[in-house]
């Protein structure tokens, strides 16, 4: 807290690790709610959930009891507009396709025609009940949107909007903050200038994996398909004097398969800067003029496609507008910033992959001040760097409120799941089953083997025959709803195993107290893949900071690694053990250097739970 306090009187930034159940929450909120009361400033908390916002608000609520404050969540119309329950036609919509929808019929309430009851609603009422109880109470989003309908059946996305200019403390997905059309809303209802807002980043390890993914764009065969098909719907019409709608969706399906062709190795490759430019060029047998007209006139129908719809009350969305406007994105980005990459599979695609994330977090600078909170953000000098924060940002790593002796974090030095030992030694992944199941015989204990991939997982899912105890499994793709049914089935059944993936959402999202999980098994490092996309962000990073290595993989396996061993920990109370069976721990003894060489684990783990 007494470093906030200094950095929000020198108007700076702050990142902090500290592990999870350290109060983090509570240590960031409660000074700066005090300094934004006496210099007139707003706190903004971002978390990277929606759930996440409970917390914050749990917090408030605590402050509240004393010393009188305002705090308000903010989420989404897909969490927020009671309409979607009338029109299930519209859930699939994106935000701002539901903006404008929500924007017309608005229009048509305060016209007095038929617009959005619930907004008729807010308009014919006071909200005076709901201000006073949300006052009273913090409600979390859920609970404000239960009140909007007990008072009035006014619409609560709104009636929200319009108490954000009392709140002092506001907690928004981070989509509010970074994405800069939604930001300038949110700071218009907020009604503060940027320069007057704390900003608090929760998780923020997850910050430019986040950013990057924001800022970046893919023009998928599937989607062409599409727009191809859209195309039908609106007659066909000619884009260039030889070349109609749907001729010029077939020729970039065919311009993604050749290029997928010609440049992926493995999973994707890198596009040639002007290649698409140049080969649409060639297919038009045209200058790049006549292909600026053909991307220009696709934009025009694109758009009177989703004016129809949006006229009819329909979702405003069109493929033929997102394929057009990924092409003027695509020819238009700056080459320093962006790779161009192409991947093959089942719906092969172009993509427009940002490589610097500071694009979208950059804006942080221009805050009165920001707080970074992570429990697991080593190197912290890499995510300044990466998302652009000053060289003079404080930078603060909290040693674990827990106690040393509770984690005992042990290595194997004959086992790898190196790439190129695998291949020559038969013997090695048999070796790990065997002690993996040693461990199973021996430890009635709740069990979660970490592998790098799902690939990896799979090549050791027989061993779960050889045990008698309950087994699960994180499946790629599974839906939250699987996932967490599988995580508390896991958590119900004593000496349970579960199979899982470093990286994954069980391993970065999930809390295990007590004895819900007393063992982790690392199988091998989870370094990144060296794919295409991954060398040009490595690229960049020798090229912009000269750590390559170190920011894009060393960062990023490091986290991975604390993120699943740290599912050990969660209480004061737990107890737990981290085996990694891989050798190549020791490059990383800096960041992890409670790792020490073990010969026989069995026997260490024995001795650690006496
Ligand atoms: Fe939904 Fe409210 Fe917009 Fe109506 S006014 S569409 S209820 S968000």
């Given amino acids: 807290m007494e470093h906030i306090c200094n950095i929000l009187e020198k108007k700076s930034h702050l990142i902090a690790e500290s592990g999870t159940g350290s109060g983090k929450t509570i240590c960031s909120i409660a000074p700066s709610v005090e300094y934004s009361l006496k210099h007139k400033k707003k706190v903004l908390y971002l978390t990277r959930t929606n759930s996440q916002q409970k917390q914050v608000i749990i917090e408030l609520?605590?402050?509240?009891?004393?010393?009188?404050?305002?705090?308000?969540?903010?989420?989404?119309?897909?969490?927020?507009?009671?309409?979607?329950?009338d029109r299930p036609d519209l859930e699939k919509g994106s935000a701002e396709e539901l903006s404008k929808i929500c924007g017309d019929l608005k229009k048509a309430s305060i016209d007095g025609g038929k617009g959005c009851k619930y907004y008729s609603n807010l308009l014919n009422h006071d909200i005076d009940d709901v201000r006073a109880l949300a006052k009273r109470d913090i409600p979390a989003v859920e609970e404000f949107v239960g009140l909007c309908k007990e008072y009035g059946d006014v619409c609560p996305y709104e009636a929200n909007k319009l108490l954000l200019k009392e709140a002092i403390v506001i907690?928004?997905?981070?989509?509010?903050?970074?994405?800069?059309?939604?930001?300038r809303a949110l700071l218009d209802w907020m009604n503060v200038h940027i320069s007057d807002l704390i900003v608090i980043v929760d998780e923020a390890h997850n910050l430019s994996d986040y950013a990057r993914e924001l800022y970046s764009r893919e023009l998928t065969v599937r989607a062409l398909e599409l727009a191809a098909l859209e195309s039908q719907d609106i007659g066909n019409p000619q884009l260039t004097t030889d070349l109609d709608l749907s001729g010029a969706c077939n020729m970039m399906q065919n311009l993604i398969q050749s290029t997928a062709s010609e440049y992926v190795i493995d999973d994707d490759g890198l596009v040639p800067p002007t290649e698409i430019r140049e080969q649409l060029m060639s297919r038009l047998k045209g200058t790049s003029r006549e292909v600026q007209v053909m991307i220009m006139n696709m934009v025009t129908h694109g758009d009177i496609v989703r004016e129809t719809k949006r006229k009819k009350g329909k979702l405003p969305r069109s493929h033929i507008f997102k394929t057009a406007t990924f092409l003027q994105d695509w020819v238009m980005l700056e080459e320093s910033e962006y790779a161009k990459l192409v991947s093959a599979g089942d719906n092969p695609q172009l993509e427009a992959y940002c490589l610097n994330p500071a694009k979208a977090t950059g804006i942080l600078n221009d805050c009165h001040s920001s707080i970074h909170l992570s429990g697991t953000i080593n190197p912290i000098m890499e995510y300044r760097d990466s998302i652009g924060l000053p060289q003079d940002t404080d930078c603060l790593s909290l040693p674990s409120p827990f106690d040393k002796k509770n984690r005992l974090v042990i290595f194997t030095d004959d086992m790898t799941t190196k790439y190129d030992t695998l291949a020559q030694d038969e013997e090695m992944i048999p070796n790990m089953k065997k002690l993996i199941c040693e461990i199973f015989d021996k430890y009635h204990r709740n069990t979660i083997i970490f592998f790098p991939s799902f690939s990896l997982l799979a090549r050791f899912s027989d061993i779960a025959a050889e045990t008698k105890r309950d087994v699960y499994f994180e499946e790629q793709g599974m839906s939250q709803e699987e996932l967490m049914s599988t995580v508390k089935n896991f958590k119900l059944k004593e000496g349970a195993i579960m199979f899982a993936v470093m990286g994954g959402r069980i391993s970065e999202g999930i809390d295990f107290p007590d004895r819900e999980l007393e063992i982790a098994i690392l199988v091998g490092i989870p370094f990144p893949k060296p794919t295409a996309k991954h060398r040009s962000l490595l690229n960049y990073y020798d090229r912009k900071f000269g750590k390559g290595w170190e920011?894009?993989?060393k960062a990023p396996t490091v986290r991975k690694m604390m993120q699943s061993i740290g599912r050990l920990l969660r209480r004061e109370s737990d107890r737990g053990v981290a085996l990694i069976l891989d050798s190549r721990i020791t490059q990383f003894k800096n960041e992890i250097p409670e790792a020490s060489i073990t010969e026989k684990p069995i026997e260490d783990i024995e001795l650690f739970f006496n």
Avoid: E, H, W
């Fill in 551 to 553: 920011y894009t993989v």
């Fill in 171 to 183: 907690t928004a997905p981070y989509i509010y903050f970074f994405s800069p059309i939604i930001r």
């Fill in 61 to 85: 609520r605590k402050i509240q009891d004393k010393k009188k404050i305002f705090g308000i969540g903010m989420q989404g119309r897909k969490n927020m507009c009671p309409l979607l329950d």
